[in-house]
Antibody, heavy 126, light 108 residues
Framework: QVQLQESGPGLVKPSQTLSLSCTVS??????????WSWVRQPAGKGPEWIGR???????DYNPSLQSRVSISIDASRNQFSLILNSVTAADTAVYYC??????????????????WGRGATVAVSS | DVQLTQSPSFLSASVGDRVTITCRAS??????LAWYQQKPGQAPKLLIY???TLQNGVPSRFSGSGSGTEFTLAISSLQPEDFATYYC??????????FGQGTKLDLK
């Protein structure tokens, strides 16, 4: 079964760049999902969707983060990555990499987030 | 943008109770809604997608219903392991994958 594991620095200075990777195991990143996605969750708050990448490399981002975020895919390493520029304390959160699956229900395809990494805690502080 | 509002935000109940959580969308999202359970220190876990389809391995005491703008998650007979925070999520309209603010279910 597909498993995900985040990796990257746990501490980033304000105004600098947050960089995380997600390693996919148990399946090919090119075929094991409809999309791959990043979600973050500040302490005590609900999850916030950051963005997604199709296995072909097409991306979509949350408009609130679009000017600072980039998601890429490296099929040779079975990894996808998150870059968030110009971070502030408001970017402190647990960051999850997530598989977006797809299922046919009736005659429609429906999407869902069925596999989550354990989460990487990132603090923005000087 | 589609906004999701869950009610109640907090819910106290006892083992064996039946509880329901409502999720309202600011505009119609057909049946493109999922429910997740999250326990402290863990990632969210998918319970239901397409408003009412139970994810593999999820106990049948969980059920979902609704379409358009109003959705419900029901737990028919609460078990000790069900006390957690529950989130709804829409996967229909941009910005994709908006979450509700959560409902914390705790032991009365």
């Amino acid at each position: 079964q597909v498993q995900l594991q985040e990796s990257g620095p746990g501490l980033v200075k304000p105004s600098q760049t947050l960089s995380l990777s997600c390693t996919v195991s148990g399946g090919s990143i090119s075929s094991a999902a409809a999309y791959w996605s990043w979600v973050r969750q500040p302490a005590g708050k609900g999850p916030e969707w950051i963005g997604r990448i199709h296995p072909t490399g097409i991306t979509d981002y949350n408009p609130s983060l679009q000017s600072r975020v980039s998601i890429s895919i490296d099929a040779s390493r079975n990894q996808f990555s998150l870059i968030l520029n110009s971070v502030t304390a408001a970017d402190t959160a647990v960051y999850y990499c997530v598989r977006v699956g797809r299922g046919l229900v009736g005659v429609y395809n429906h999407y869902f987030m069925d596999v989550w990494g354990r989460g990487a805690t990132v603090a923005v502080s000087s | 943008d589609v906004q999701l509002t869950q009610s109640p935000s907090f819910l106290s109940a006892s083992v064996g109770d039946r509880v329901t959580i409502t999720c309202r969308a600011s505009q119609g999202i057909t049946r493109s809604l999922a429910w997740y359970q999250q326990k402290p220190g863990q990632a969210p876990k998918l319970l239901i997608y397409a408003a009412s389809t139970l994810q593999n391995g999820v106990p049948s005491r969980f059920s979902g219903s609704g379409s358009g703008t109003e959705f419900t998650l029901a737990i028919s007979s609460l078990q000790p392991e069900d006390f957690a925070t529950y989130y709804c999520q829409q996967l229909n309209s941009f910005p994709w994958y908006t979450f509700g603010q959560g409902t914390k279910l705790d032991l009365k």
